[in-house]
């Protein structure tokens, strides 16, 4: 199979995974306890006016009607309207949308390289000091929370010393210098636990191939070790990580959500927990659709990526 049917095979798989994203958070929003509307309006609500909400969104149809209307909706473009901000949802993420992408963007282009470097010098020095610090550094940065390392940093570097601010977001083209100072803290908070696992990834993919025997045949031929360790060792342990690299972007999305709430950063994150804690319908319902959208790609670029690299994938 040529990699132009793979990918529009992959891409037609897509189809039936969002639908049902769509339906399973469709059901899961509508499942929460409570009333939103009760929740907006407070204790003791006006009940023409809960009526008049009510109605308004169509909180008094039948259930399988107000999914039609969404799928509807949705066809057409339309993410929903956030009734506790009286907005449309696609102008809210629009609005919040450059801040998550730079925390998440920066932490990536920063955890992977370190990572990769990490992994490749740890499987090199293997069961030797060099190793067993790494593989310590990289157990506790994947055993350490995102939320406390978070309040860990905020308390050494901006309460203790004043180095950095504990909390806020300055957009990069506005003031560079100020924004690198207010992303920081956040940025260690996020990348810390993304190195950790993919170095312990890259270091075990490394150590496999190090063992193999065209590594040692490498060896007898004299060849210098850094060329076998990255033209020949690095280029096959890829493979795995490629796949860890793709699916490490949940992840992101995960962490960025706890990181934007602990530095207060208005991000898509932070809009995504207040929706949550209101049962912000139209809010909850727009982020999740983004983020699966956002994973699949990732997913679907990581499996173009590994049937380019290795073809043998397209036949399966």
């Known amino acids: 199979m040529s990699l132009y049917r793979y990918t529009i095979r992959r891409i037609l798989q897509i189809i039936p995974v969002l639908l049902g994203v769509f339906t399973l958070t ?11 509307v ?17 109605h308004r969104y169509g909180f008094d149809q039948p259930l399988w009607k ?21 907005r449309p949802v696609s102008g809210l993420m629009l609005e919040r949308m450059g801040p998550t992408l730079v925390l998440m963007g920066v932490s990536y282009l920063i955890a992977l390289p370190a990572a990769l470097l990490l992994g490749v010098y740890s499987a090199a020095k293997h069961n030797q000091i060099g190793d067993h610090v790494s593989r310590f550094v990289g157990l506790a940065g994947l055993s350490t929370p995102n939320f406390w390392l978070g309040l860990m940093l905020i308390f050494l570097f901006a309460y203790e010393v004043s180095w950095f601010p504990a909390s806020g977001y300055v ?3 506005a003031d560079p210098v100020g924004a690198a100072k207010h992303l920081v803290l956040p940025i260690i908070t996020l990348a810390t636990a993304q190195t950790a696992t993919l170095m312990r990834m890259t270091r075990s993919s490394m ?24 033209r020949h060792a690095f280029r096959n342990a890829l493979l795995p990580l490629i796949t ?57 670029l990581t499996d173009l990526a590994y049937a380019y690299i290795d073809p043998r994938i397209r036949y399966d």
């Open 26 to 36: 469709f059901v899961m929003v509508h499942a929460l306890p409570g009333n939103p």
């Open 38 to 54: 009760r929740i907006y309006l407070g204790l003791n609500p006006s009940q023409e006016l809960a009526n008049e909400l009510i």
């Open 66 to 86: 107000q999914y039609l209307d969404y799928l509807w909706r949705l066809l057409h473009g339309e993410i929903g309207e956030s009734f506790m901000r009286k």
């Open 171 to 173: 957009s990069p083209l």
């Open 207 to 230: 150590v496999e191939e190090l063992s193999q025997d065209y590594v040692e045949t490498a060896r007898a031929y004299g060849l210098p070790e850094r060329r076998i360790l990255l």
């Open 244 to 300: 860890i690299i793709g699916l490490q972007l949940s992840f992101l999305l995960d962490g960025s959500v706890v990181v934007e709430q602990i530095f207060a950063i208005p991000g898509m994150g932070r809009l995504g927990y207040k929706g949550l804690i209101n049962q912000d319908y139209g809010v909850i319902i727009g982020l999740n659709i983004f983020f699966s959208i956002l994973f699949l790609v990732g997913v679907l």
